[in-house]
């Protein structure tokens, strides 16, 4: 256990969870990851994490949102790059509108939760994202969600940068790789 002055201290009104890209495309049985072979283990193990995450979020009223990966014929990678990952080329992941697209079940938002949308790795990238914690008076960033090396570190980067304090949730976010994951915390 920390010495008291190594504890972390929050302001609850100036902190928001963020949950990343919790969507069944990514998570769940018969989503894009899980048809193409990637397991998607590390990814439902947390799920019972955020979901606690959440429940105490909400109970403590701390501001909750949603980020999540959405593609349509505007925002796809390959009408810009020309080096992309072959997993990134195909136009099924995340389609706006589909089931691929919607959060898990397990972890839907409540009607007064906001989902920003987002069509890169961060969820600050071309969105309302600081807009939208700022005009809260949001200071400090509880980041929870999939994938770890990925969008959570890309978001997390880019909220230092815009100067929040970011927590990353060592058992709240998932990665396909233990290594990879480990080694963005």
């Given amino acids: 256990m920390p010495e008291e002055s190594q504890r972390i201290q929050i302001e609850i009104a100036k902190t928001a969870l963020v949950v990343v890209d919790m969507q069944n495309d990514y998570c769940s049985p018969g989503g894009d990851f899980d048809q193409r072979g990637i397991s998607i283990e590390p990814s ?5 994490n955020i979901r606690q995450l959440i429940e105490g979020s909400r109970i403590r009223e701390l501001f909750v949102l949603y980020t999540a990966m959405v593609f349509d014929e505007f925002t796809y ?3 810009h790059h020309k080096i992309i990952p072959e997993r990134m080329r195909d136009r099924r992941l995340c389609r706006r509108g589909t089931w691929g697209a919607a959060v898990v079940d397990e972890l839907v938002p409540f009607e007064d939760e906001l989902v920003v949308e987002k069509c890169r790795f961060s969820a600050f990238f071309n969105t309302n994202l600081e807009v939208l914690l700022r005009n809260r008076g949001i200071t400090t960033l509880i980041l929870s969600g ?3 090396n ?3 570190e890309s978001t997390a980067r880019d909220a230092w940068n815009y100067d929040f304090d970011v927590i990353l949730v060592s058992d ?3 990665s396909y790789s233990e290594e990879l994951h480990e080694a963005t915390l």
């Fill in 44 to 48: 439902q193990r947390v799920i019972p």
């Fill in 77 to 79: 990678e390959d009408r």
């Fill in 146 to 148: 999939v994938v770890t």
């Fill in 150 to 152: 990925v969008c959570v």
């Fill in 172 to 174: 709240g976010t998932a």
